[in-house]
Each structure stands twice: as C-alpha cells, then as structure tokens.
C-alpha cells in the first residue's frame, strides 16, 4: 500500500479524484492500492525559547537571550481555526501516523507543494510519525490537473534527491527563528512595544521608510531648460535641449537661447525601417502581480491568494515562480496546451524560442501559464477572471501566430553642438497587441528628410526637480527582487537583458522569495508599520518608530546583511555549505547586538531596557526611569513633567548620559548631535530649572 501525505486537504481531493475510484475516510481517501491523506500546512512549529529556558514567570526576560538552540525541537502545533474550534491538528496527525506505520504500507509519499516549504512539511510528518525502513518518494506537481498529478505519479523520484532542498527549507526556518524570536525581544524589552523584528520584514520596512524620509525631507530646486516648438513643413517640430541653469542663470539661458536660434537647425539623418516588437515575457509571481497592482490596484495578497486557487483548481501551473521561462523539457506539454487555447479561438501557434524555453534561468520551477483545463468563465468572480485572463492574455501573446509589425522612425536634428533625437512608432500589424496590454501609443514623426532646415526658437522654460516616487506594488517588487541593480537600470524599458536579474536569484540576493514576500508585507500592513492605498506604499508613524528604534538600539538589518543570509541559504541549497554553517552565521550576526559595549559616555549610545529606573527626579524626587520615547518622572500622576527625550538633535542619549545628569547636574560632551542646519555639534547636557539645555 502507497500512503500519500499531501500539504493540504484540496491537493488530496484532486489526487485521489485524479487516481479514481477511491472512498472517503475518516480523514483519508482509500483505493486502488492508494492511501490519500493530508496536512494542514504545518502541523509543526519550531519550539519557544521557555521550551529550552523556562521562564519562572512565563514573561519574556534578557537572562535568556540570545537563545541559540543546540538543537532545535519541533513542537505539534496548537491552535484554533477561524471559527475559533480546535483546528483538529493532533486528530491528524494521529491518522497520518497510523496510516504510515500499518503493516499493509511499504512507500510513503511526500506531495508537500513543489518548493522548500512543501517539502519541509510533509518531512517533519514523516519524520514525527518514526516511519523507518518504508520507501519514501516525492511526488513533485508543476500544476494540479489530473493528467499532469498521473504522469507525475508513475515517475516519482525517491525524497532523498530532495535532501538539499529540504536543507535550505529548515535552514531558512532555523535563521528566521533565530532572528525573529531573539531580536523581537530584545527590542521589545528595549522599547517597551511589541516590534516585530525579522530578517526580511525589516529591510522591506527599511526601503519605505527611507523612500518616504527622502520625499518628506526633499527640498525641491528651481531651474531653467531651453526648448523649441515650432512649425516645419506644416507640422510641430519640438526639441528640448539636455542643458540646465540654476535659478540663478536666466541670462545665461537666454544667452544660450540666442546661440541656438542664430546657429540654426538641420535634419543630418532619417532612418526608417520596419521592424517587429516582441511581447513581454511570460508571468512570473511577482511580475504577475506588478501587472495587477498597477492596472487593478490589486493588493499582493490578494492576487496571491487567487493565483493560488486558480492553481488548486488546475487552471493555472504551480504560482509561486521567480522565472518567466519554461524547461525544454516542458515543449510537448506547451504543444497541447498552445492547441487546447487555440481551440477557444485564439490564433496562437507552438514557437521554439530561448526568449520561451531557457534552462538557464529556471530554478525550480518554469513561468505561470494556463494548464490544458479552462475554466467557464462563469464559474469565477471578477478578480479571478481578472487574474486569469492576465496569464492567458500573456501566454496568447507569447505564442501569437502572427508578429507585431511596425514602421520605426528615427530623425536627427543637429542644433550648434547638440543633436536631437525624435523616435517615432507605426504599428502595421497588431499581432500579440490583439491579446495582451501593449500601453505605447502610435507616434508618428513629422514628414522631414536628411538636409532640410528645421524652424526654431528656443525659450527659457522655468522647471523644478521632483522629489523620488514612493514605492509601488511594481517598484517595491522590483526593488526586492534585485535591491542592488540601479532603479533607473530596473525602470528602463530598453533594458531588455534579465542575466542579471537572475544571477542576483540565483545567488540568493533577493530579499525574501516568490513563496514568502506576499506573506511579509501583508505582516508589516499588519503590524501597522507600512500601508498600501491603492497601489502605493506610505511608511506608518509604527513603521517610523520600528526603524528608528531599530536604529538606536544598532541592529542593523539592512539589505547586504539580509542578502547575505539569503546567499548562505543558496549555498546549502547547492550543497555547497552545510545547514550548521548557515545557522553558525546567523547566531555569529546576532551575538553582536547582545555582545556587551564598553564605550565612553561620549560616545555611548546605549539606552537600557524599558522601565529601568535611571535616577531620582531634580523636581519631585520621584524615579526616574525609561519610557518608550525618553526618561521620564514616575510622578507624572501628581502633575511633574520632568523628561529627557531618548534622541536629541538626532543623537541618541544614553543611560549613562541621563545617569551622570541626575546625580551631578551635568554629562560629559557628547559626540554627534545634528543641528537644525545639518551640521554636527558636540555638546554637554546640563539641567536648567529642571529641563536638559546645550553645554558648549
């Protein structure tokens, strides 16, 4: 008898419809020689920190951090489901492991969804239900029809050629334990709030917060350009000039109009050709939803969650992909497919591209397109339709029959030194554009010939720089895929050549992956740190204070330390380094937030834990002690308003600062404030009728 585990009851449901003939259980589908069961996702979760230093009082304390498990523990999960019942996670647990371990079972099958954390999922069942000297095989599904979930089926690979997998899968859930739990406490401790610290949430807070202090703190600068717009040949002739003058040099553009005007302008060269423009390429994840967030307003998870039905359902392959190529292995199951969408009426035919089929830039698992199972239309909601036309839209548009064929036009016009450029597109044949979304607008040039003499009259146009745009759905994602690659590299539409994003995939580079991003920023909305209104990103007064906080304490989660950890994960992932060798990394990162300072108090930056007392009030003789956003009177109630703000001029104010001004009335000069004006300063604090002042 063969026991398949699958990640979740709906993928059991289509295995067992997809072998046949099988009967319902209690808690399993029987038949043919088959045993079908199923998870809840994870029925396991790593163990606390009380579960390997108890705590006295159940309270989280620093006497047990940083906690760096010897070995970390698996605990059954305990929970509720969303109508607040048990979730009937041991009750399941216990069917598995019964079916697993029945005389009558010799193979028992991994069907966790195709990724790092399917594959962890249904291990650590296997692994909790002490199955021993059973076959153990993998059944690995790109999508979930019934035809693909049988082939997949007769040619299952034994789970053990997934052991570097599942290495990278407990190693990325050992990391973001160790990060997750220490450095959530130790902030928390620190501040006095719950602040949610983990490896990937920060750097993704991080980007927004910096984005919206840059455009908060942005001061916008006047400037000239000259310009003309004239008419030649009967037709608006417009040439803007790449020169700029500061507010200041409005003679000097008027001067550099004159010149321009007197040297006059000719056509040195007119290119015309016909050309073809090529589609876009296949839908990633996060291409996908870049798509829907920027036509729809479609949030992220969202669009995950319906991308992830679709896929259940069997009218899409497996959603979570960072690539937008498909396997050469794949070309008979695209031939099948590009004929069942065909039959809908769609002219498309099977090409043999490596702009479609590309080995090299495939990781686990190929782009998002439709399986040979269409939907009736009338059996999905508004945003499915939405979802799903966009990945047939796209995959018609890839397969079109007929090319996109337009006349392109390029004419020079030399001006003194300068040469303008006018690029001009005529689509002649609409070919993908039928299908897909093509934004670029017709634009025809005027009738002009290399020689002729172009009319001009350059102005002085007064322009002002723009402050950087907050970051959108597309843009984040961009960002988060690639966070080293230059935004105007990300944003150009002529950069057409992806090795480098995929280089930066592949080597782990990315912050957070297509399986885990959605899930992140929906916590950090969640958390209240950052907000999506319609398609745009705004950093949260929580967000503000988590980063800002962050950086009082000096834990630093910027985008190199995350990438870092996401190319020890690729390591082991390839073999390359070992489970431990990642995890040793991450407590070496995280030892040295607690690792213990010795510093001046001039230099000191160390704000102690919240609610420690520092001192006794000058004003009522009252503690003093550490509050969320200072130091202040514990008299507060009966009316003293004694406090020294933890940041001063942008300088954090130590313990040791606030001790020394409690007891003698003075600190010592402190490094590093910032003036109002941006420049630095150092200073002593002294207390002035019971408030802190400037001791130059």
Sequence with gaps: MTVIIAEKPSLARNISGAIGGMSKRNGYFEGGGYIVTWAFGHLFSLADVEDYSPSPDGRWRMDNLPCFPAEFRFNLRKGKDKTGND???????????????????????????????????????????????????????????????????????????????????????????????????????????????GRVIIPIVKAIYDRDMSIKNFKSEKYFSISSKEM??????????????????????????????????????????????????????????????????????????????LYEEGYLTYPRTNSEYLATAEKDKIKKIVATVANKGYDIVFKDKKTIFDDSKIESHSALTPTYKIPDPASLSEDEKKVYSAVMRRFAAVFCAKDCLCDRTEIQIQCKDEVFTLKGTVITQKGFTAYDDYDKKDKILPKLEKGDDVNINFLPTEKETSAPKHYTIETLNNYLKNPFKEEKARASEENSDDSEDYKAIFEGLELGTEATRTGIID?????????????????????????????????????????????????????????????????REISEVFKPRECPPETDTDIGLYGDVVGVCPLCGEKVARTRYGYGCRGYKNGCKFNVSLSICSRVISVSNVKLLLETGKTSKIQGFISKAGKPFDAALRLEDGRPKFDF
């Design 87 to 197: 979730a009937g996670v041991e009750r399941q647990f216990e069917i598995i492991k019964s079916l697993c371990l029945r005389e009558d079972t010799d193979t028992v099958v991994n069907a966790g969804d195709a990724d790092r954390e399917g594959e962890i999922i249904v291990r650590l069942c296997i692994q909790k239900a002490g199955v021993q000297n059973k076959k153990i095989m993998r059944l690995w599904l790109p999508d979930q029809t019934p035809e693909t979930i049988r082939a997949s089926l007769a040619d299952m690979k034994e789970d053990r050629e997934y052991d570097n997998l599942a290495n990278e899968g407990f190693a990325r859930t050992y990391i973001d334990w160790l990060y997750g739990v220490n450095l959530t406490r130790y902030a928390t401790l620190k501040t006095g709030t719950l602040l949610r610290v």
């Design 523 to 587: 916590n950090a909305r969640k958390s209240g740190y950052i907000e999506l209104k319609k398609d745009v990103y705004y950093i949260l007064p929580g967000g503000e204070f988590l980063i800002e906080s962050l950086g009082r304490m000096n834990i630093s989660m910027d985008k190199y330390k995350t990438s870092e950890m996401g190319k020890s994960l690729k390591k082991v992932f390839h073999g390359i380094c070992t489970v431990s060798d990642s995890v040793s990394l991450a407590e």
């Design 232 to 309: 030649t040949n009967g037709e608006t002739v417009e040439l803007n000039s790449k020169l700029r003058f500061a507010d200041t040099e409005k003679e000097k553009a008027l001067a550099a109009c004159a010149e321009y005007n007197a040297a006059g302008a000719k056509v040195i060269s007119v290119k015309r050709k016909k050309d073809t423009i090529n589609p876009g390429k296949l839908y990633s994840l996060s291409k996908l939803q870049n798509y829907l967030g920027k036509k729809y307003k479609m949030p992220m998870d969202v669009s995950l969650a319906i991308v992830q039905k």
